[in-house]
């Protein structure tokens, strides 16, 4: 078997090469995009811990990006308290809220002006979702919400 890693989410487990192509199992289609992204920017690890699986000296395991997480951040609960302000809480305890109103209306959030659709806004384990589509980084999330 060429060099893979495995990730899960929620229930499903796939395996993957290291360019993120999936080899084997079922995974949801936007976390297949995140494992993929996640993959590329830690192939130098991936490739150092195979060498070390190969020869029998073990490797780290990673917790893939999704659910566990070696992705820092994981927004595990989200809704909007008002037309513009997310509430936030993150897997390691840290509550805040983030103001959006700079950006609703630009670009890709102009979607968000709707405010029946901005308060549509949830979590889905990882980050921020709307039901349009739009999603937004969690890191933007965390390192730029006001703690509570």
Not at 14 to 19: I, L, R, S, V, Y
Not at 77 to 91: G, I, P, Q, R
Request: aromatic residues 10%.
């Amino acid at each position: 078997m060429p060099p893979h890693f495995h990730a899960r989410h929620q229930g499903t487990e796939a395996c993957f090469t290291f360019d993120g192509e999936l080899m084997d199992g079922v995974f949801p289609a936007k976390q297949r995009k995140l494992v993929a992204a996640w993959s590329v920017l830690s192939a130098d690890e991936l490739e150092a811990d195979w060498e070390l699986a190969r020869n029998m000296q073990g490797a780290l395991p990673h917790q893939t990006a999704l659910g566990g997480s070696s992705m820092k951040y994981n927004a595990s609960k989200a809704w909007a308290v008002d037309d513009t302000t997310l509430y936030l809480e993150f897997d390691d305890g840290r509550r805040g809220t983030y103001d959006m109103s700079k950006i609703i209306g630009d670009g890709i959030f102009k979607k968000l002006s709707d405010p029946t659709e901005f308060r549509a806004a949830r979590s889905d384990g990882f980050t921020v979702v709307w039901p349009c589509g739009l999603d937004i980084a969690p890191e933007e999330l965390y390192e730029n919400c006001v703690a509570i």
